[in-house]
């Protein structure tokens, strides 16, 4: 199995048995693969160049969880067209490696590149106004529902706080007066919605064309509040150059608490993660604090230099 934080562009060669059923279901030959920059899970993404010249992107479950992702990934792309790559085949024994294939979207632009994610003017507009159109699409009933319990982040971090200031977000003095603003914020989240949600917004997710936004990587599509992608999306965006998440989506602070705390038990806990990850995982903890302080009308937080231990987990 491949490793979790093995990109794909990274992974091996496509094994003979996968060509040989997708050539079947196409009824075309193989002639060239390449991998694409994304995919952190295990299973396996080609972008495949058929004898003919055309072009597809092919996604093979490894694994029985992968395999759950895949098919409920291929239910999201029937129910959303509008903003999903279209359906070219879908091969499934019934075992854990279904393969899903659907146009390639080569000729689209693509922001998540080599070396640096890089948004053209008026990008994010349109990404903003893609991401709000999804979320009032009815979805199918037999998507997955999203949490239904509220998170308990910062009550972990109030009870435990020195891996948390070791990771130099704020004072011991700040967190002990504002951190109980920020429990209650995450306990008043409502996750629950009947509105379509991606589940995994970021930009390597994301390609525009010249009419339309396309959104890739459904695996963790779900039922759910219709804020929820937004509220994803918008802190990575700002990381990226774009806007506060503020002056995007007002009312955010109950989203920002939460995933500030997520984010930065991450950081804490996810020792297997490669340093560029920690290190991402730390920044966006400290824009969706920021988010969730202005929000709350909180006082700003005093931040403090990291510690040694800190610095050494990302």
């Not at 091969?91 to 948004?119: C, K, M, N």
Request: with cysteine; glycine share 8%.
């Amino acid at each position: 199995m491949a490793d979790r934080y093995v990109p794909s562009s990274l992974q091996r060669a496509p094994p003979e048995a996968l060509t040989t059923r997708v050539e079947k279901v196409l009824g075309r030959r193989w002639s060239a693969w390449s991998k694409p920059n994304t995919g952190l899970s295990a299973a396996h993404r080609f972008i495949v160049e058929l004898d003919d010249g055309a072009r597809v992107f092919v996604k093979a479950a490894t694994t029985a969880e992968t395999a759950v992702w895949l098919r409920n990934e291929r239910q999201a792309l029937a129910a959303a067209p509008a903003f999903a790559p279209r359906e070219i085949g879908w091969i499934d024994d019934g075992d854990d490696s279904p393969i899903l294939i659907v146009e390639a979207l080569v000729d689209a632009y693509w922001p998540a590149q080599p070396g640096g994610t890089r948004w053209r003017p008026g990008d994010l507009e349109r990404v903003f106004s893609a991401v709000r159109a999804l979320s009032e699409q009815k979805p199918l009933l037999t998507l997955p529902a999203g949490r239904r319990e509220p998170t308990q982040g910062w009550t972990t971090i109030l009870n435990a706080p020195v891996t948390f200031i070791g990771l130099g977000l704020c004072s011991a003095r700040w967190l002990d007066r504002h951190g109980p603003a920020l429990a209650q914020a995450e306990a008043g989240l409502e996750w629950r919605g009947d509105a379509f949600v991606h589940g995994d917004m970021r930009s390597d997710n994301i390609c525009l064309t010249d009419d339309c936004v396309k959104f890739v990587d459904w695996s963790n599509a779900r039922r759910g509040a219709k804020a929820t992608d937004l509220a994803l999306f918008l802190p990575t965006a700002h990381l990226e150059g774009g806007p506060p998440p503020a002056s995007v989506m007002a009312g955010g602070g109950p989203w920002a608490a939460q995933q500030s705390a997520e984010l930065a038990l991450r950081a804490i806990s996810d020792t297997q993660a490669p340093e560029w990850l920690r290190r991402v995982l730390r920044r966006l903890a400290r824009i969706n604090l920021d988010w969730a302080i202005q929000d709350l009308s909180l006082p700003a937080r005093a931040s403090v230099p990291r510690t040694p231990s800190a610095r050494k987990s990302g």
